[in-house]
């Protein structure tokens, strides 16, 4: 990693030269399955979309611990049920359920245009991810954007889509319920109609122009965090208002993009925070 911080099958009508083509972005698929397992991650889906859980699995041990939140989808007909240890690991294709695992419809993915107007509307902040692959730290950004109550996540990479891991989202412990998440498989493109919108962009770089401490981050705003190894792609470089950088000793180069993010986002919302937060 080179940063230091870090639909319808409708066919689509016939272009209009008077406006911009829209945000590239990959259908939801509505009707397709997620099995979502670890305590925390499974009680969130349960609390937070209860009209979309079909089964839920979970061991004796956390049985207790969840019956309040099973009796909304008991109500509905949804089979829950005790489940031993290999059905539970069967069922999540790991070991690391922690005694939980439910399977739901898919979650809704937001559009990057229904991302931008919920930006716009709040004057908030979200995080865009730059080919951000290792599922581990793209959790534990979602875990820390969660926790200081940031808006929303943009994942961007190469087609078919960017996918969001089921151990991202065991890692994000809840976190992924609690934003508005959306992706792209052109992410350069869909900053810069997020600017044409008015939302601003800074991208996270280790020799960015600007030092985070005391940097004011613009309102409404996008904040963008480059690939493990290769930090921000050129593109992705090119369409960001600011490169903002947090300097270390020097005694390593960079950050894990995790904790890189876990910085920025801090530094950002505790001493600037955004309106009516």
Request: hydrophobic content about 40%; glycine content about 10%; some cysteine.
């Amino acid at each position: 990693m080179r940063h230091t911080l870090p639909r319808s099958q409708i066919p689509p009508s016939a272009p209009n030269p008077k406006r911009p083509p829209p945000f590239p972005h990959t259908p939801s698929h509505a009707f397709k399955e997620e099995v979502t397992f670890g305590f925390y991650a499974g009680l969130a889906l349960l609390n937070q979309r209860p009209e979309d859980v079909q089964t839920v699995l979970f061991s004796p041990e956390v049985a207790s611990k969840i019956a309040g939140a099973l009796r909304r989808p008991r109500e509905r007909g949804v089979p829950c049920r005790e489940a031993p240890e290999q059905e539970l690991a069967r069922s999540a294709g790991s070991t690391h359920h922690e005694g939980l695992c439910v399977v739901a419809r898919a979650r809704r993915w937001f559009t990057p245009a229904e991302l931008a107007e919920h930006l716009l509307q709040r004057q908030g902040v979200a995080v865009a991810l730059d080919r951000v692959r290792n599922p581990y730290n793209i959790g534990a950004i979602l875990r820390t954007a969660a926790f200081f109550g940031l808006d929303g996540v943009l994942l961007g990479a190469p087609a078919p889509h960017p996918a969001l891991a089921p151990d991202a989202i065991r890692v994000a412990e809840g976190g992924a319920e609690h934003l508005k998440l959306s992706r792209t498989t052109d992410l350069a493109d869909t900053l810069g109609r997020l600017r044409s919108k008015g939302v601003a962009v800074v991208g996270a770089e280790s020799h960015g122009t600007v030092e985070l401490a005391g940097y004011h981050f613009p309102r409404p705003v996008v904040v963008v965090l480059g690939n493990e190894r290769e930090g921000l792609g050129d593109r992705i470089r090119a369409r960001c208002d600011r490169l903002v950088s947090i300097r270390g000793s020097g005694a390593v180069q960079s950050l894990n993009v995790s904790i890189a993010a876990g910085v920025m986002i801090a530094e950002m919302v505790r001493n600037h925070p955004s309106p009516g937060r």
